[in-house]
């Protein structure tokens, strides 16, 4: 018998803050027995999960529908909802999430406006679960990269990982980068920052080392300080610059990760030329991996969340 984390049980899960340490790893815990086939999981009174996507995904949607499915729930998907649901009747964000909430027992919600989601999400009685929230966070995505650092350095010992030096690379203020800042700094990680100049960080990575670079030799010679890279994108929705140029300034060819016993990890969509395919399926590339564990990850998460 598993029994769910309190933190997040039939809760809104918005952000990586509301798991303790242990509740990380009683969800890693859960997510590796699946995955060695040590436990089975499973809803048999047909339950159900809702995906409502505002915004482009391939990773969070299917896996997410993967797992659920892979646990015995049913799954309702509404993507584009603005043109093909009730919306594009003017239907509000708290009405369509009120309707789902009625036919799902949790919803998962990508959506590109944080203050708009947090206006909408009270009174709503089903767990609204963070599937990427405007630049605000994307908690189950860092539960994937860090399950994969973790797996990979096999680091937990008494629920300690062993200090490993991690930059994030890129854009410095993603949801993707705010939540897996937050989380590996809480497991002792050594965090910096490493990002085309153009680019201006947010409050938190104060927090953290920060390396501005524009050059391709010192993106290189920086780089070899670390254990993992870690590709956050050069997303800068709201600026002008030329992608192809820092393409070229932040390459890193298989060989320089290879010479230097360097892992890249991107928690995707990688452009092309943003990081070198021939790292695909070596081991210094761990983007792959991480979408591999994406499904026993979440459904360890659903378990805990669902009623
Ligand atoms: N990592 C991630 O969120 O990917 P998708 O945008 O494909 O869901």
Redesign the pocket.
Known sequence: MISPIKSIFNKNLTSISQLSNNDIFSIFELAKKIKDRKVQVNFENKKSIGLLFFQ??????MSFEIAAKNIGLNTLLETNPEINSAMAKQETLHDILKTMSYYNDAIILRHPNENEVFDNIKNINVPIINA?WGNYE?PT?SLIDLYTFNNLFEQKKNNKIVKKDIAIVGDPNTR?SKSISELCSRFDFNISFIYPSIFKPEKFVNNFKKYKCDDSNEFKKISKKFDILYYSNFTGTEIDFDRNKIYDTYFLDYSFLNDNKIYVYS???RRPNEIDVKSDNTPHNLSFIGVKNSVFLRMALLKNIIV
């Open positions: 482009p995904s391939t990773r969070t949607r990427g994307h995505q993707t928690p995707l969509p």
